[in-house]
């Protein structure tokens, strides 16, 4: 890295701070040392220009629509590779030759089941338990079956702990939607790929054959492809954040579903449908809008907008593709909610308000119409973007366990609060 000095004057100091270059992106100016220096800490709520770590694992470039897992442009990745292969990717840092491919895909195939004692667990939650709400328990129940993988310190352990992941979260995820529906677990096949035996555990029923279709299946993938990894994200430094204390892989992806569990994040999808329903009706859209626009009205359109795209969001587009493919596929002309979301986005893309807040329709948006005629309920659209994100979360965990700079992440205030003041006896008290 390159560097170059930024100077700040406070009070009657000037200070100077190493600027750090990257390979790509904005420089960052490292202020480790401000406190040490000026007794002071910066302010940055909601992180908008704090780089909390150096990664080398994906790049976003907002204003120009750029997205690169390891310096390979999503859209490339989406079109010819498959999912297990980005995982390879990101794990490793390179796209893995023929022979390393098959050996990660047996061993990936080859710890899809989970611990049979873990079925016992999806009994004890209630049947109509949000399927977000399955997955975090289960996933953090993990660390009590696979104790043989969570040594952080043995790099061994942590391979195995990041194969079992990626492997047993599908597995997870259907068990979470078959508990969900009343239906019995169907287990996992390994003579089928990644997204085709994941579409087989969620809708094969024991009692007749279930053919996946390649289309569908292929969809599946592309949308696990999307979704792998983001950045620094909300749930991706939850994870980080977990696992900067030393806490177990396991712990720390439940830690990220829990965060990517709300609407702001990975909820959106679900949300984005749910509001499509509320809408009801193409007449109803304008009301929707003026609503997204009144700054009194709370209400939001979910699917639109994002912190970091502020030009287009690239996976949007593909999602966008992969959407119509599938309901081509399945011949679905007539979805009064895709008429609806069809509009809507005209409508939006249009207006001058989203015009000037740079506000597009976000992956959600697609991805919540095209998992819904891929047979999803509207509640397991968080559980497919966690089960693809798993990948990206552990490639962030493994990256921060593995840098030797590795510190427990700690951030400061700005204390608003009650200055010191004694205690007050109960009686004393108004
Ligand atoms: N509808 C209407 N107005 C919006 C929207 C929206 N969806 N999103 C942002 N705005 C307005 C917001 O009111 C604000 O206006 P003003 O400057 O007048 O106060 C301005 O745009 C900037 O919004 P912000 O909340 O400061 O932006 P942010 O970067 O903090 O939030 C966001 C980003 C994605 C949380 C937000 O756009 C949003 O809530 N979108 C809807 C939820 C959604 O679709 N989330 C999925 C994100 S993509 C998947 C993922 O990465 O998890």
New binding site residues.
């Given amino acids: 890295m390159a560097d170059n000095n930024a100077k700040l004057h406070v009070g009657s100091g000037d200070h100077a701070f190493n600027v750090l270059d990257g390979s790509i992106g904005p420089s960052v100016v490292n202020i480790s040392s401000l406190y040490k220096d000026t007794g002071m800490f910066t302010y940055d709520p ?1 992180f ?1 220009s704090t780089a909390s770590c150096e990664s080398k694992i994906t790049y976003i470039d907002g204003d120009e629509g750029t997205l690169l897992y390891r310096g390979y442009p999503i859209e490339q990745l989406a079109d010819h590779g498959d999912f297990l292969e980005t995982c390879y990717l990101l794990l490793y840092g390179e796209l893995p030759t023929k022979a390393q491919k098959d050996d990660f895909v047996n061993r990936v195939t080859y710890h899809t089941m989970i611990h049979e004692q873990m079925n016992r667990f999806f009994a004890g939650f209630r049947r109509d338990a949000h399927p977000m709400a399955i997955m975090c328990g289960t996933v953090g129940a993990l660390s009590a079956f696979y104790h043989d993988s969570t040594d952080i310190t043995d790099p061994h352990q942590r391979m195995v702990a990041s194969l079992r992941m990626i492997a047993k979260m599908p597995t997870i995820a259907a068990m979470a939607y078959k508990y969900h529906v009343g239906q019995p677990f169907v287990y996992p096949r390994n003579n089928l790929d990644y997204s085709s035996n994941f579409l087989h555990m969620c809708f094969a029923v024991p009692c007749e054959e279930y053919k996946v279709n390649p289309v569908l299946a292929r969809a599946m993938d592309r949308i696990f492809i999307l979704h792998a990894d ?1 950045e620094q ?3 991706t430094s939850t994870v980080r954040l977990a696992g900067s204390s030393g806490a177990n892989p396991f712990a720390c992806i439940a830690a990220g579903i829990a965060c ?1 569990w709300g ?7 679900e ?2 449908l749910s509001m499509l329903a509320e809408i009801g009706s193409v007449d109803q859209i304008p009301e929707y809008v003026a609503r ?2 009144d ?1 009194n009205d709370p ?10 795209y502020k030009n287009y ?1 690239p996976r949007a587009k593909i999602m966008q593709k992969t959407c119509h493919e599938v309901l081509g596929e399945l011949g679905i002309k007539d979805d009064p909610l895709l008429d609806i979301a069809m509009e809507l986005e005209k409508i939006a893309l249009n207006d001058e ?2 015009i000037e ?1 740079k ?1 597009y329709p ?4 697609y991805s919540g119409i095209t998992l819904r005629a891929l047979g999803f309920p509207t509640n397991m659209f968080t559980v497919l ?1 966690a089960l693809a994100r798993t990948v990206g979360w552990i490639a962030q965990w493994k990256e921060m366990v593995e840098d030797p700079s590795q510190r427990i992440g700690r951030p400061r205030q700005l204390y608003t609060g009650a200055t010191r003041r004694d205690y007050t006896p109960i009686d004393q008290r108004r």
């Fill in positions: 909601g908008t983001h994200n909300a749930s990517l609407p702001a994040h990975g909820g959106a999808n949300a984005a997204a626009k700054k209400f939001r359109l979910m699917g639109f907008g994002h912190r970091v969001d308000y989203f807040k506000l976000n992956i959600d948006f973007f």
